[in-house]
């Protein structure tokens, strides 16, 4: 059921948004500073790709002070922006019955686009 899911995901829409995360993080990446935040896009555009079957998880290494404040500096130029739009395409499914699992699909990827700094989704 998750492989259906994923392939209907990726035919509407969910191949168009994982590749824009992939390309502006490669973007991001072009300066020093902006790398760490360029994987963590690269790392949401790829769980944007299959998120059926998957689970926001919190690794080991996300209580420390450095993933605290890269998440802190991510809230205020990217997260919140990406979080937005989560949710606006999670409400816009959820009136639907047939788009009710895709917003669930939007909305599991809130966390992780608000605190990608120690989550991934596995």
């Known amino acids: 059921m998750t492989l259906l899911g994923n392939l209907i995901w990726l035919i509407f829409g969910g191949l168009i948004s994982g590749l824009g995360y ?6 991001i990446c072009v300066t020093i ?3 760490p935040f ?36 991510w809230v ?4 919140w922006e990406i979080a937005l739009s989560h ?3 999670g409400a816009i499914l959820f009136i639907t019955i ?7 699909q939007h909305f599991k990827l809130i966390p992780l686009a608000l ?3 120690g989550r991934e989704l596995r």
């Open 38 to 73: 360029g994987i963590q896009t690269i790392k949401l555009g790829f769980a944007t790709f299959t998120p059926f079957g998957k689970e926001v998880e919190v690794s080991p290494t996300s209580s420390g002070m450095v993933a605290m404040i890269l998440n802190i500096v």
């Open 115 to 117: 605190f990608p700094f």
């Open 22 to 27: 992939i390309i502006g993080g490669l973007g």
């Open 87 to 89: 949710l606006l395409h």
């Open 98 to 104: 047939i788009g009710i699992p895709f917003a669930q």
């Open 33 to 35: 500073i902006g790398i």
């Open 76 to 79: 205020i130029l990217f997260g």
